[in-house]
């Protein structure tokens, strides 16, 4: 599918507001339109809230997200970790057109639920696309527009060649480092980014660990590290 943007320059100015004011998205004039004022890549918090500035600066502009996931959330979806919560307080990280009321740290749950709320807010559903890939992106300047390549996801992963896939991460080292602490008490694990995993929720991460597959191990299931 291609999905040509018109616009100027490309570049977008985003209008901020000292007293946040929730303003819906105006309904999609045509569900299967593939010209553009504006696309937005990814509808996790940075694309929603790309969204809503969008839809304050420029109230009538033609706009969609894609993603390539299958729902809203973007890192708060895919990552899936026993025990994964904020590492900062939502007060101050959440959207300032949306104050968050809950609990200051909040677990992934929580926070999906909250991006879930200011879709609905903004009636962004309609406007989302999910399961696409931007896979390439070509200014044309006599038409003063972007051409943009969006493919279905799916269809995109299956033509992924050797060649990407021999330059994707595997998982041999970080399985074989779960792999090395069988028998072994562990108290707690601290990832690199994330929350603490405490002592109860270990053995099922140090599963998740052992199990998660990455390129090479996409590309090669029977190649033994």
Known sequence: MRDDVPGGEPTMNIATSSTPALRPAAAPDDPARTDFDV????????????????IDAMPGARFALIDRQAE???????????????????YTFGFAWKPWTGLEIATAGE??????????????????RFRRNLAAADWDSS??????????????RQKLDYFHLDYMACNAASAGFARKLDGKAVRAILPQHGS?????????????????????????????F
């Open 39 to 54: 696309l937005i890549v990814g509808a996790g918090i940075s694309g929603i809230d790309a969204a809503k500035h969008l």
């Open 72 to 90: 809203i959330g973007g890192t708060w979806r895919t990552h899936v970790f026993p025990g994964i919560r904020s590492d900062s307080d939502l």
């Open 111 to 128: 926070i999906l639920k909250y991006l879930d709320e200011a879709v609905e807010d903004l009636a962004l559903g309609p406007h989302i």
């Open 143 to 156: 038409a003063g527009l972007w051409r943009l390549t969006v493919e279905d996801f799916d269809a995109h």
């Open 196 to 224: 603490i995993i405490p002592e109860r929720l270990v053995p099922e991460a140090l599963d998740y660990l052992t199990e998660l597959q990455c390129g090479l191990d996409l590309l090669y299931p029977d190649l033994m």
